[in-house]
């Protein structure tokens, strides 16, 4: 298949005799992993830099996705109860939705890369990062969630005389609150991950601790690092599913 | 509000454009206030009828006329304003599972309030008392606080029904409101809601499958077939042949609902001289 | 017959002590000011007069594209490129995550130890991003789309198995039913009855996944994985805007098709 070829799929490279020494020695330098108590305290605040960054950039990312939901939702077009949805209704959600493509086309590490620019290395380029693409995520799947649910309610709101925002939250917030949640929750166990590898681009937490350690061949490092991540992911999914179980 | 239609065509929007039509040549007047049931076997086009009145559905052809304007041409607003002077009752009553009673029911007072004032009832209904005088009047008075889940479907109905208590509205359309009702339940809700409307002096305009509720409890019986106005009679003109002619070949529909015991017996209205609403 | 008093029955507490939702809620509310408060985030510099230039400065170099044949041609290849890298990757780790699964899913005759180790297999795959993969491979097999690929293939078999372990043990019934039959072994049980019944949940969250991936495939350049991401931050370190420009374009388009394609397959497997 073409595609093989274009990857230069050739695993066998990784048994030739210098990278098997390479990779012999690094995963060796693997063990013993560092423990000395003055590198875990670096990595426990790197831990809470890493989770500080995903949550203020979903917490960012909720505040500008939601409005845009509502208004990109057809399930509020008043026109479209009886008949088609009128052109403008119909531009403006239009727009909408292509502006929220754009937001999430882009890959966080790109944003990341230019907001280094804009507002120098630290935890706010990576905050922005995942502020924006997130803004882009959950602004689709919350449209697709709303569109998806009931209306039944929120469509005999908008038919007795209501508002589109009284729709909102009397008809489909409450129809489809525990799916919203459900996601949301998943998706900040994402942005926990994302957040670790925009800190290769400086952004600061577990990513640019393991990108110094990896530059420094430090491969004991490296083991602690990767474990204390596979830990962070493990307990945000634990308290994520705990959530979602909560809500069912 | 007067209610007027004259040689009215509809057709619903799933239906394609050579297909058959929901309305024909319908002429209706209603005058401010007053009660009608509206009759007919399935597919006679009583669900529709009221979607055109409650503005849900366009008409093809034909002229309707509502509180003395057609809203097709209303603008937005004035639309909306309409509206929110109809209430439309649909025969499942749209109500989220995880909503608690007292919030469902205020969710007809939402054209009313703004919109600090409704979210402001989310979080603290503002509504208790009179949510509670309208479930009594349907003796539910026991769940305004439950969750709309809890609830087995009649049950629900009869808060759709209740509902209607709630809001300003001059014009009420009820759809098949004792659907989900056994014989007792429905001859007390049919006379709370009856009751009320008039004494607010609303029109009240109901589609029924039971006939004999329709004949012996409102003044007018309209019936409809096939989407065209068959009868618009009295309820003493209506007699059993003009119903069998109405419902020839579809008779297993005819419910013969008995007559409760008692109309008195049965009044469950709070005993008080307060007004259940304070509207506009 | 019952006559209504006036008053309504009383509503409950405003605090639910046992409201775990509320909890829930209350904590992450917790959790999302101590992280803006323990971030040195300096918005308000975003704000500031040199910032905003900067942006604008930085905005308007970016309208203007490269559109050179030449450039167009490299452009065209690194698409491809990162086009296979997220396809073969994802194959790869749906291949992995189904064999994965079928050992990390929890039925009626599945050994303990396999089932813990397989689990801790799959929880190291997904926790690690595929860019921290990336740059580990690339220290063993060097620069190229093939380390993009394989640490593609390794995280995302994380994810897919573990997704298909739930699928699949949502499905567990009818594994046990087969059992009753006559002898079958457990991997014929989930061939021929589980695997059928979950096909278009697995589908579709493959086709799900590819569509992240390629978002994904698209950065891994950064690390010297190839592809667009390669040339992103090659011609970004030398601050050739235009040239950034055309490739984020192109980024946003590959990303587009490939949502549209993923969307249109699912909405078919769903008919």
Known sequence: MPTFYAVEFKPWVFLEPQNLKVTANFLGDFFPPVFQSEFLLLLLKDAWTTIAIATAGMALALVFSVPLSIAASSALSVSSLTGPMHPVGFLVRQSIRWLLIVLRSIPELVWALIFVRVVGLGPAAGVLAIAVTYTGMLGKIYGEILESGDTQTSRAILVGGGGRLQAFSYGLLPQNATELLSYSVYRWECAIRSSAVLGFVGAGGLGQQMDASMKMFNGGEVATILMVLMLLVAMADQISSWMRRAVQ | MEILLEGLDARHRAVASDGPKALQNLSLRVQAGSHLAVIGPSGAGKTSLLQILATGLRPLEGRLSIGGADPWTLGGTGLKRLRSRIF???????????????????????PELSLAGSILNLIRPQFAQQGYQA????????????????????????????????????????????????????????????????????????????????RQMFPRVIGLREGQLRFDLPRESVTDAALRELYNQYEYELEQTPVGPGREASLMLPASNSPVIACR | ?????????????????????????????????????????????????????????????????????????????????????????????????????????????????????????????????????????????????????????????????????????????????????????????????????????????????????????????????????????????????????????TMILLVVLVDSVSYVTRRNLMR
Not at chain 2, 93 to 110: D, F, H, K, M
Not at chain 3, 31 to 48: I, K, P, Q
């Open chain 3, 1 to 249: 017959m019952k006559t209504a008093g006036l008053a309504p029955p009383t509503p409950p507490s405003m605090i639910r002590w046992g409201c775990g939702i509320c909890w829930g809620m209350a904590g992450l509310a917790v959790l999302v000011a101590l992280s803006f408060w323990s971030l040195d985030l300096g918005l308000h510099r975003l704000f500031s007069g040199a910032a905003l230039e900067r942006m604008g400065r930085f905005i308007l170099e970016l309208s203007r594209p490269e559109v050179s044949a030449d450039f167009l041609d490299k452009l065209g290849q690194a698409a491809f490129e990162t086009l296979a890298m997220s396809f073969v990757g994802t194959l790869l780790a749906a291949v992995a995550g189904l064999v994965l699964a079928f050992l990390a899913s929890d039925g009626p005759d599945s050994r303990p130890t396999i089932l813990a180790l397989s689990r801790l297999l799959l929880n190291l795959l997904r926790s690690v991003p595929d860019l921290m993969w990336a740059a580990l491979l690339i220290i063993s097999s060097g620069l190229g789309p093939m380390a993009g690929t394989l640490a593609l293939a390794l995280h995302t078999a994380g994810v897919l198995g573990r997704l298909f372990a739930d699928a699949s043990e949502n499905a567990a019934d009818h594994e046990r039913a087969c059992l009753r039959l006559a002898g079958a072994s457990p991997i014929q049980c989930f061939l021929y009855v589980t695997l059928p019944s979950i096909i278009p949940q697995l589908l579709s969250y493959t086709l799900y996944r590819w569509e992240n991936n390629i978002r994904a495939a698209s950065v891994l350049g950064v690390v010297g994985a190839g592809g667009l991401g390669q040339m992103l931050s090659y011609h970004m370190g030398l601050f050739q805007m235009s040239e950034t420009s055309s490739i984020l374009i």
């Open chain 2, 135 to 214: 479930l009594c009047a349907f003796d539910l008075g026991e769940k305004l606080w439950l969750r709309v889940d809890r609830l087995s479907g009649g049950e629900r109905q009869r808060i759709g029904l209740a509902k209607a208590f709630m809001s300003c509205a001059e014009v009420w359309l009820v759809d098949e409101p004792l659907s989900a009702l056994d014989p007792k339940r429905s001859q007390q809700a049919i006379e709370a809601l009856l009751e009320e409307a008039t004494r607010r002096g609303v029109t009240l305009i109901a589609t029924l499958h039971q006939v004999e509720v329709a």
């Open chain 2, 88 to 110: 439309y009752a649909p025969q499942v009553p749209p109500l989220p599972p995880r909503q608690r009673v007292v919030t469902a029911l205020s969710s007809a007072r939402l």
